[in-house]
C-alpha cells in the first residue's frame, strides 16, 4: 500500500470511488436533498476549479493499481472527501491518508487547525484520528454531519525544507505612512537577550538555526532599508494619549519564569508585562485588571499554565522542546471612562520552529467593563472596506497578506471570525484617532515557500472615522476625553 498526490488527470477516477462508497454505505441515511446535494459538491466540474487554482488537494492510497481510497482538502485546512473501499476499510487506509493531510496542512501550510464535517457514522473514526467535537451534530441541505477539529502539534508547524529564506516580517502600521514595517528578526535578537543568561537555551536556538539552514538568516529582510534606526519600532511608536488628572492610576505587573530544562521541565522562558489599574471608584477594577492580565498571558496559560490534554500530548512528542513568550503593553489611549491597551507578544509554541507574533488589544469601558470590537464601533460597509483596503496597502505596499485574501474576507475577519485559523482583527485607540488591522501568519509563495508572522494596521483619524460610526456608546467615552 503507498499513498500518492492525485495528479488532475486521476481526479475523476478518485470522484467515481468517492460516489461508489457513498452511494453504498452514506446515501441511506441522507434525505434525497441531501444525496443530491453531496453529488453536486463532486461534479467534475465543480471540483477542478478548485483543484487548478490549488484550494483543494487530493491524494489516493493505492494497492498496486488499484485505488483503494481517497481523501482531500482545502487550503484552509478543511477536510473535503476521505472515502475507503469497503474491502480495505480498517487496515489503517484512512490513517495513512491523514497522515499526509496532516503534514500538508502543517509543514506546508503552516497551519494550526485541522477541521472536518464528519459524517455520523465516522465521528468515532476520527475520534481515533485525534479530532474532537466543535459543536453539536447539524442538518444542513439535507446532509447530518459533526463538525470537528483537531489543533496541530506545535512542533509540527514549521516551515518545509532547508532553504535559506527571509525571515518572518512584522509589520505595524503605527506612525506616519509608510514607517515602521518591523523584522522579526530584531524581535528574536531581543529574545536572545533576554534568554542570554541561560547559555544552553541560547545554544540551543542557535544549534536549531544551523540545522534549519539558516531559516532565519540569510539574505536582507524585505523592507528593511525603509525602516530608519533612529525611529521609534512596533508599539513604542504609537502616540499615546494619557488624560490629565486621571482618577486612578497604572501600575505595570510581571510574570517571569524560566527553565533551561535540567530539572524535569521543558525549556522555556517567559517574560510578560501588563498594565493594572489601581483606585477605581466602582466594582468593575477587579474585572478589568484580570481582563487585561489574561489578554497578556493568553500564551502562557495556553502553552503551560492551562495547557488542554493535546498540548500536553504533543509537547511530549517533540524531540527538540522549547517555550516562549516575551509579552511587551502600551496603554495608547486612557480617559477617565475608557482605556485602550496594546500588547505585543512574541513567542515559540512549543519548539524552535513555531515562532509567531501577535498582535492582541484591549479597549474597555472604566465604568461597566464593556470591551469594544471593532464591529461594534464601525459599520463593515463596502465603502470602510475599501477605504480600510486602500490605506492598508498604504502602510504597507508590498505586503502579500493584503493582496491574498478578497474584500469579503477581510470583512468576516474585522467581523471578529477568526480566518482559516489564521487572521483575526485587532483596534486600539490613540492620541491621533483609531488603528484598525489585523495579525496574520500564512506562507508566502513569493518569499521562498517561509511562513510570514506579524501584523499591519491602518489609521483613521477621528475626523476621517466619523462617516463610518456606529451608535456604540464607545464614541462617547472617546468623545469626551479630550
Not at 484552509?76 to 487496515?91: A, D, N, S
Not at 540545522?211 to 523592507?223: H, K, L, Q, R, T
Amino acid at each position: 500500500m503507498y499513498i500518492k498526490q492525485l495528479q488532475q488527470g486521476e481526479i475523476l477516477d478518485g470522484l467515481h470511488l468517492v460516489w461508489e462508497v457513498f452511494a453504498e454505505e452514506l446515501a441511506p441515511a441522507y434525505t434525497p436533498q441531501g444525496v443530491m446535494e453531496f453529488q453536486n459538491f463532486i461534479k467534475l466540474e465543480n471540483i477542478m476549479p478548485q483543484a487548478e487554482r490549488g484550494e483543494m488537494r487530493f491524494w489516493g492510497a493505492y494497492e498496486n493499481t488499484e485505488l483503494c481510497g481517497v481523501a482531500a482538502v482545502q487550503s484552509t485546512g478543511h477536510i473535503r472527501l476521505m472515502f475507503v473501499r469497503k474491502k480495505w476499510q480498517r487496515q489503517g487506509i484512512a490513517k495513512m491518508l491523514f497522515a499526509e493531510i496532516y503534514r500538508y496542512c502543517t509543514a506546508e501550510l503552516g497551519l494550526m487547525k485541522i477541521t472536518v464535517n464528519s459524517a455520523v457514522s465516522a465521528v468515532e473514526a476520527y475520534r481515533r484520528l485525534g479530532f474532537r467535537e466543535s459543536a453539536p451534530q447539524q442538518l444542513v441541505n439535507g446532509i447530518p454531519f459533526v463538525p470537528m477539529e483537531l489543533m496541530a502539534a506545535p512542533g509540527d508547524i514549521r516551515p518545509a525544507g532547508k532553504k535559506k529564506s527571509h525571515r518572518a516580517l512584522i509589520i505595524g502600521g503605527c506612525v506616519t505612512a509608510g514607517i515602521l514595517l518591523i523584522i522579526l528578526g530584531i524581535l528574536f535578537g531581543n529574545l536572545i537577550i533576554k534568554i542570554s543568561r541561560n547559555g544552553r537555551i541560547r545554544e540551543q536556538i542557535e544549534e536549531r538555526r544551523e540545522d534549519n539552514g539558516g531559516i532565519y538568516g540569510g539574505e536582507s529582510e524585505p523592507y528593511a532599508e525603509e525602516v530608519p534606526q533612529e525611529e521609534s519600532q512596533g508599539i513604542e511608536a504609537i502616540p499615546d494619549y494619557i488624560e490629565e488628572d486621571l482618577p486612578y492610576t497604572i501600575e505595570e505587573e510581571t510574570y517571569t519564569y524560566s527553565s533551561d530544562g535540567r530539572s524535569g521541565e521543558y525549556p522555556m522562558e517567559f517574560d510578560i508585562h501588563y498594565p493594572q489599574i489601581k483606585g477605581l471608584d466602582n466594582e468593575q477594577e477587579e474585572e478589568i485588571n484580570a481582563i487585561l492580565k489574561e489578554c497578556a498571558m493568553s500564551t502562557v496559560n495556553t502553552i503551560y499554565l492551562e495547557p488542554s490534554e493535546d498540548m500536553k500530548e504533543a509537547m511530549l512528542q517533540e524531540d527538540s522542546p522549547f517555550m516562549a513568550s516575551q509579552v511587551t503593553y502600551k496603554v495608547s489611549y486612557a480617559g477617565k471612562d475608557f482605556i485602550s491597551v496594546v500588547f505585543n507578544d512574541h513567542y515559540f509554541s512549543g519548539n524552535y520552529y513555531a515562532e509567531f507574533v501577535d498582535l492582541r488589544t484591549r479597549n474597555l469601558s472604566l465604568s461597566d467593563g464593556t470591551r469594544y470590537e471593532t464591529s461594534d464601533i464601525v459599520e463593515l460597509n463596502d465603502e470602510f472596506m475599501a477605504d480600510w483596503k486602500e490605506r492598508m496597502k498604504g502602510e504597507a505596499p508590498k505586503a502579500a497578506v493584503l493582496d491574498g485574501l478578497q474584500l469579503n474576507q477581510f470583512k468576516k475577519i474585522l467581523g471578529g471570525e477568526i480566518l482559516e485559523n489564521r487572521y483575526y482583527d485587532n483596534f486600539f485607540v490613540d492620541a491621533d484617532g483609531i488603528e484598525i488591522g489585523l495579525t496574520y501568519h500564512y506562507r508566502s509563495e513569493e518569499n521562498g515557500g517561509v511562513i510570514e508572522r506579524g501584523w499591519i494596521t491602518a489609521p483613521f483619524t477621528m475626523e476621517e472615522i466619523k462617516p463610518y460610526r456606529t451608535n456604540s456608546s464607545f464614541w462617547k467615552l472617546v468623545d469626551t476625553a479630550k
